[in-house]
């Protein structure tokens, strides 16, 4: 105790001292806190999006399970390592670098080979009997044919009578066009319409590359106008097609909004490209409308207003759009859920509640391990379904637990309380996805045959009208089924354009879809083999 100071007073100074050094260790823990808080929250954020980004189902379980560990335990220190040495790969486990592509595995096994001559060494040319021919070698260069426009003439020979004078003269019948009301060949109507929808080459460019290459001046107006005539020539194909689809037993369905001029407003109106898929055969189908409303599904279905019913007698497997609830309850269709868009919902939310979104991705994600592995073995529906039975609906019903326990906890107006009511709402859908084999457990496929168009839109932008929409519509259509087939879509254009007869029936249209040429090729190619 210093001189002259109360005893009272010396200890509140104890004291102080004592509280100025606690106030000093707290501040410096809260700035640990906060920092480990920030850190945890990168983490979290980082897990989202590795589980629900575009690689989603490639993250190792086990790998998320350690980060977690770290995330709830803290890193643990490196283990020391005294040799230094780097530890040889384990036995048995394959070299992960990537092997070097011959040229037979990066280009077709047909690929037309031109030979431009034969080289002979000067000796054997200056003494060629003191020499016998043993084997050869050769030397390959990539090269390409440069596209060339032009006319391709069919000649009419005109005749008179050599006598009789009276007798008017007589020509042949001139050859019936290759599409009504143009002057396009197969190859090149092919070629238009897939620069633009396949590979997105919009009308005005196609017209400069014509007017810089060629040196033909084909306008823009003028390639939309023979587009939309040779879409009017298949559009048998694209009702054939129709009539195929709905003879399935299920249906994925989604829509996507794209714009449409329309003239004397100054403006684009906004119309839907509706998508149909058959989970089954592959078959596709675009359908144009300028709105979203029940009316444009039914129209597709067949409904008919005397009646009241639908045409169309199977299910439907859609997202959580109301359109689609409303038209299963009223005609008692199955109807199938996404979880895909349920778990959307919770990766919006962001690092917000990791307590609630990061079990619900850990067990969607189980759920979705189980689909790899199954699709990985091939497993026909019957298959699929036994295993979504055995392993995936417990897995669903552990989630259906926590998220409809979660819900109670949350208020109702809360992000995180929309997000699990999203998918409580959808549940029973979801769950008949997982009880069957036959659909997906989400429209990932059906969004997946979307996607060209909206690709394409970047460059055209807009439909140039409302009528071009169901055009551009029937386009769509016959690309998704070439590609579902594993057909080149130019080379499909050009064999249907040239057999499609002009007043085709049915019967005919129905010949030339798609799936019907794929068949026949492969009906063709057996038997060749076996000849």
């Not at 008179?160 to 143009?182: E, F, N, Y």
């Not at 319409?193 to 040196?215: A, M, N, V």
Request: with cysteine; aromatic share 6%; charged share 25%.
């Amino acid at each position: 105790m210093e001189s002259g100071t109360p005893p009272d007073i010396q200890q509140l100074l104890n004291r102080l001292g004592e509280l100025e050094k606690k106030l000093t260790r707290l501040e410096a823990e809260n700035t640990h806190l906060k920092s480990e808080l920030a850190r945890k929250d990168k983490i979290i954020a980082g897990l989202q999006q590795r589980l629900f980004g575009s690689s989603s189902e490639k993250l190792d379980p086990n790998q998320l399970q350690f980060e977690l560990d770290q995330l709830l335990l803290g890193k643990p220190a490196p283990p020391p390592d005294s040799s230094g040495e780097t530890s040889a790969p384990e036995e048995g486990k394959s070299n992960t670098a990537k092997t070097r592509r011959t040229k037979a595995d990066r280009f077709p096994k047909n690929l037309k080979i031109l030979v431009d001559g034969v080289t002979i060494p000067d000796e054997v040319l200056a003494n060629p009997d003191d020499w016998n021919e043993i084997g050869e070698d050769h030397h390959d260069e990539l090269d390409v044919i440069k596209a060339e426009i032009f006319w391709r003439r069919t000649i009419r020979k005109k005749f008179v009578h050599k006598t009789d004078k009276t007798r008017p003269p007589v020509i042949a019948p001139a050859p019936l066009p290759s599409i009504p009301g143009t002057l396009l060949a197969p190859a090149l109507a092919a070629q238009i319409i897939t620069d633009k929808y396949q590979d997105h080459l919009p009308h005005y460019r196609q017209s400069q590359r014509f007017r810089r290459r060629h040196g033909a001046d084909i306008g823009r107006q003028t390639l939309n106008t023979w587009t939309h005539a040779t879409a009017r020539h298949l559009a048998p194909i694209d009702r054939a097609i129709k009539a195929e689809l709905l003879q399935a037993g299920e249906l994925e369905i989604d829509e996507t909004p794209i714009d449409y001029q329309d003239p004397g407003r100054g403006s684009v109106k906004e119309g839907r490209l509706w998508a149909y898929r058959d989970p089954v055969a592959g078959t596709c189908y675009f359908d144009w409308h300028a709105g979203r409303g029940a009316g444009c599904l039914l129209e597709m279905l067949g409904y008919d207003k005397v009646t009241n019913t639908i045409a169309y007698e199977g299910g439907i497997h859609t997202d959580g759009y109301g359109v689609y609830d409303a038209v299963a309850s009223r005609f008692g269709l199955r109807h199938g859920g996404c979880l895909a868009h349920a778990r959307r919902k919770f990766t919006d939310l962001g690092p917000a509640a990791p307590e609630v979104t990061l079990p619900v991705f850990l067990l969607i994600q189980r759920i979705y391990q189980i689909e790899k592995q199954a699709r990985q073995t091939a497993a026909p529906p019957p298959c699929r379904e036994l295993i979504r039975r055995g392993r995936s609906l417990p897995v669903a019903r552990e989630l259906h637990h926590f998220i409809l326990e979660e819900y109670k906890k949350q208020r109702p107006a809360s992000n995180v309380a929309q997000a699990l009511g999203y998918t409580l709402n959808q549940w029973e859908k979801i769950r008949h996805c997982l009880s069957q084999g036959v659909l997906e457990i989400d429209t990932n496929l059906v969004e997946n045959m979307i996607r060209p168009t909206k690709l394409g839109m970047k460059n055209w932008m807009f439909f140039g009208s409302l009528e071009a929409g169901t055009n551009n519509a029937l386009i769509y259509t016959l690309l998704a089924n070439c590609r579902a087939q594993d057909l080149d879509p130019e080379d499909y254009l050009v064999e249907v354009i040239k057999r499609l007869p002009h007043d085709a029936t049915p019967e005919q249209a129905a010949a030339l879809t798609p799936a019907c040429i794929a068949a026949e090729r492969r009906a063709k190619a057996k038997t060749e083999e076996v000849a």
